[in-house]
């Protein structure tokens, strides 16, 4: 069974509120019943014209090494996320908000990436989506290069929905290394309202904007590989997309 009773999460609702307003929560710790909300003072980003792709990392993508899914273990990937890791201290993932997140996959708020190895989970990530918005909660890798593959393949599927702003929330050197930035909170709220903001085909501004269709993205990622000819190495489309403008 996992996680908290649905009356110890952080309510839906509530949860997508914060992050449509530039906040997110965390724990002290895994065993934690407590959440604080945050609102850093300097966010990390990753423009998604900006991922840096190495080259070790563009030959491991065209050579297929991983299975890629979107959607297909979330459970796991939360899992993997909040198990304790021997460079960090004690995770922020508790039990309360993973069972949160797990709400918000339910509801199709939440998405996980996935990258398989021999028919075993090598890594993922996984994270929050809505309007033009995808906000990036964590990952993990279990070989070399899993996450970052994961990764590749969130920022394709996030250009091809036509998304406009992936958030990291914290600067690591990680992520620095993967072409992320820090901005000032003041910068980072503006590019969250852009991103929110509606509009019609003309520019002008219309109703509600739907959630990034990660998913539905993903998905005509794979069709993109197989049209090219790429079903049984669909990484050669990922590759080629990001370098064309990158």
């Not at 085909?201 to 993205?217: C, Q």
Request: glycine fraction near 8%; aromatic fraction near 8%; hydrophobic fraction near 45%.
């Amino acid at each position: 069974m996992h996680g908290p009773a649905d009356n110890q999460i952080i309510p839906p609702a509530l949860l997508m509120r914060a992050y449509q307003a530039g906040i997110f929560p965390m724990s002290d710790s895994r065993d934690d019943p407590d959440v604080f909300w945050v609102e850093p003072r300097q966010r990390a980003i990753l423009p998604l014209d900006g991922l840096h792709l190495s080259r070790s990392l563009a030959k491991t993508l065209r050579r297929g090494r991983f299975k890629v899914t979107c959607d297909a273990a979330f459970d796991a990937v939360i899992d993997a996320c909040a198990a304790p890791r021997s460079d960090s201290e004690d995770s922020w993932i508790s039990g309360r908000i993973a069972g949160s997140y797990r709400a918000l996959h339910e509801l199709g708020h939440a998405h996980s990436i996935e990258c398989w190895e021999d028919g075993e989970l090598a890594g993922g990530l996984y994270g929050v989506g809505f309007a033009r918005v995808f906000c990036g909660e964590s990952m993990f890798s279990r070989t070399s290069d899993a996450s970052k593959v994961a990764l590749a393949w969130l920022v394709a599927a996030l250009r091809r929905a036509g998304a406009e702003l992936l958030d990291c929330q914290f600067l690591t050197p990680h992520l620095a290394s993967l072409g992320a930035v820090e901005i000032p909170q003041a910068q980072y709220l503006e590019l969250l309202a852009r991103a929110q903001r509606p509009y019609s085909a003309d520019g002008a501004p219309e109703g509600e904007v739907d959630a990034v269709p990660l998913p539905d993205a993903f998905a005509a990622l794979l069709a993109d590989a197989s049209d090219a000819g790429f079903a049984s190495s669909p990484g050669k489309v990922i590759e080629q997309s990001l370098t064309q403008t990158s």
